[in-house]
């Protein structure tokens, strides 16, 4: 590790060494998406947990076992790079599913209440329905990875996080006491809040979005699309809440980058769609959001340890270098067919990754 202060920004510090990252959350999408995405998220990472919200979505062992392969003819050869899959939970997933996955390595199961989010109105309508099979998961050891937010159109949009977490997740953690839950892409306080007083199986990732931005980003001075995402941006009360839990040191609060890239005309559109794509960069965004908050020398626990020791996983031996050396996000990055934007396009980041 590097000498320096985390009480004073040091701007004489011109490189970062840390124990190579891993993304507990990521969408890597499918079919022609994946030359973009697998190649970005190889670079920055050695083991991504791959969502499993595809049309149709990932609900069984062999579509799982079949999208692994897909994913793996686009790692750069020579790669150290291993793609974890999830299961997508729906009201028709039983107890067997469950010992299959485990069975064949699947790495844990995503739970998106029906509607809440892109490609999600497969999901689940009732969690007490599904609670036999959240008791099977916790006998096997399969965590619970969680879009926390209800679908309800009473509710807020701002307040969903909120609602789920009082009317789902206090009742569901209490049920299942052995179940390993991680609230993903957390962002609110009453979600901090919430994750703090719970047991060390319940952790939560926390996006880069969301340590850099918040609502004002998405509304004020003209709607950007590009900072659409689910959850959406909350007020800054909620992002200095969000910042101080991921450079608290506590590993209940790790990486998650939810990057979820969508082509530009899906994004720039009378109904835009909901995900950031953040991949082209994740690890220098974590890092100024770390360095605006003094705490750079707390970004490794963050982004390569505290996911590894909540999942049992042994830390990756590689380490990755980050140097002083300002770079300007590219305006855009082919996709698929068209192109995307991805997060921060057009500004400019202090750190960038040396690959030498
Ligand atoms: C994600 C996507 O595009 O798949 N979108 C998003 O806004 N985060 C889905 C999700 O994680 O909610
Ligand atoms: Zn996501």
Redesign the pocket.
């Known amino acids: 590790m590097q000498n320096y202060s985390s009480r004073a920004l040091d701007f004489s510090m011109q490189t970062l060494t840390i124990i190579y990252p891993d993304d507990w959350h990521c ?1 890597l999408r499918n079919e022609n998406a994946l030359a973009t995405t697998v190649p970005y998220a190889a670079k920055q990472f050695k083991r991504v947990v791959a ?1 499993p ?1 595809l049309q149709p979505p990932v609900c069984d062992v062999d579509a799982a076992l079949n999208y692994l392969q897909e994913i793996k003819a686009h790692i750069p050869e020579g790669a150290d790079f291993t793609p974890l899959m999830t299961l997508y939970l729906t009201d028709k997933t039983t107890t067997k599913t469950i010992y299959d996955a485990k069975e064949k390595g699947i790495f844990g199961c995503k739970l998106y209440p029906a509607g809440v ?3 999600s109105t497969q999901g689940v309508t009732s969690l007490e329905a599904l609670y036999p099979v959240f008791a099977t998961m916790a006998k096997q050891q399969m965590p619970l990875l969680i ?1 926390g937010e209800v679908n309800d159109k009473s509710v807020d949009i701002f307040d969903r996080e909120k609602r789920f977490i009082e009317q789902h997740l206090v009742k569901l953690t209490q049920e299942f006491p052995e179940l390993k839950v991680v609230l993903e ?1 957390i962002t609110t306080k009453e979600a901090v809040q919430f994750i703090e007083s719970t047991s060390s199986n319940v952790a939560a990732t926390i996006t880069p979005q969301h340590l850099l931005l918040n609502r004002n980003d998405l509304l004020a001075g003209g709607i950007k699309p590009h900072h659409y ?2 959850p959406i941006l909350k007020r800054s009360l909620h992002q200095e809440t969000l910042i101080k839990a991921a450079t608290s040191a506590n590993p209940k609060f790790f990486i998650g980058t ?1 990057s ?1 890239p ?1 082509a530009k005309k899906q994004k720039e559109s009378a109904c835009g ?4 794509f953040s991949h082209h960069g994740a690890i220098e965004l974590y890092a100024q959001a770390f360095e605006q908050a003094n705490a750079l020398d707390k970004l490794e626990g963050f982004t390569s340890k505290f996911g590894p020791d909540f999942y049992g996983f042994a830390y990756n031996k590689a380490k990755l270098t980050l140097k002083r050396i300002p770079w300007v996000v590219p305006k855009t990055i082919p996709y698929a067919q068209d192109v995307l934007v991805p997060l921060f396009a057009e500004k400019t980041l202090a750190w960038q990754i040396s690959y030498e």
Do not use: K
């Not at 769609?273 to 950031?276: H, K, L, P």
């Open positions: 969408h969502m919200n989010t892109t490609h879009h892409h995402c689910l939810d979820a969508h769609c909901a995900g950031i």
